[in-house]
């Protein structure tokens, strides 16, 4: 293991020239980090991740074991990726065709969790706190605070800032059980009240 400035990056991982790591990053096993990416302050990259050029990681990122984020993708701070989840960045690929300057950019916003094994199709928005649960395949915009499953993904509920799934009563108000926030329910929206 080595330790360079004030961020760690363990022996096998590759860390190209020209990147931004912040510091309190830890960059684990044989992960690749590639040119023009930015890791923001106290991230962690777990072991075989793949961080393509130009990623952006806010700060406190949590990026899970196998994970592939590609040029295109942005994650907001405190945003959670689970084990082997994937992001994509062309619709359309084909191996003989470059679509390199067809990126679609995909962002990811702050405190959002996206679950093992989840696909996120390029040019979608994950609104802030939404929760992708394990497994999902992600087709379009994600409201703030939404829970979607399955394939493609369809909205479930809603969650609080804690994660936890919200019920709404008669006056279209949630506590979350966690961390006793309150949420309102208005016009298909949820705003925190607390």
């Known amino acids: 293991m080595s330790q360079e400035k004030d961020y760690f990056i363990h022996e096998t991982a ?99 969790t996206i679950g093992a094994n989840a696909t996120i199709v390029c040019g979608n928005t994950i609104g802030e706190y939404a929760l992708i649960g394990a497994g999902a395949v992600v087709t379009k915009d994600v409201p703030a605070f939404a829970l979607l499953v399955g394939n493609p993904a369809k909205q479930m509920g809603w969650v609080s800032t804690h994660g936890c799934k919200l019920e709404f009563g008669a006056d279209q108000t949630a506590t979350c059980p966690e961390s006793h926030e309150k949420y309102q329910l208005k016009e298909g929206k949820i705003e925190p009240l607390t």
């Open 14 to 112: 590759v860390v190209d020239d020209g990147c931004e790591i912040g510091s309190g990053t830890k960059i684990w096993h044989f992960s690749h980090i590639m040119p023009e990416s930015k890791i923001g302050l106290n991230c962690n990259i777990g072991q075989n991740v793949v961080i393509s050029p130009q990623v952006i990681l806010g700060n406190n990122v949590k990026v899970q074991n196998n994970v592939s984020v590609y040029t295109g993708a942005e994650c907001e701070d405190d945003v959670f990726l689970g084990p082997s989840a994937v992001f994509t960045n062309v619709i359309n690929p084909r191996s003989a065709v470059n679509r390199r300057n067809q990126y679609q950019k995909t962002l990811v916003k702050k405190g959002a």
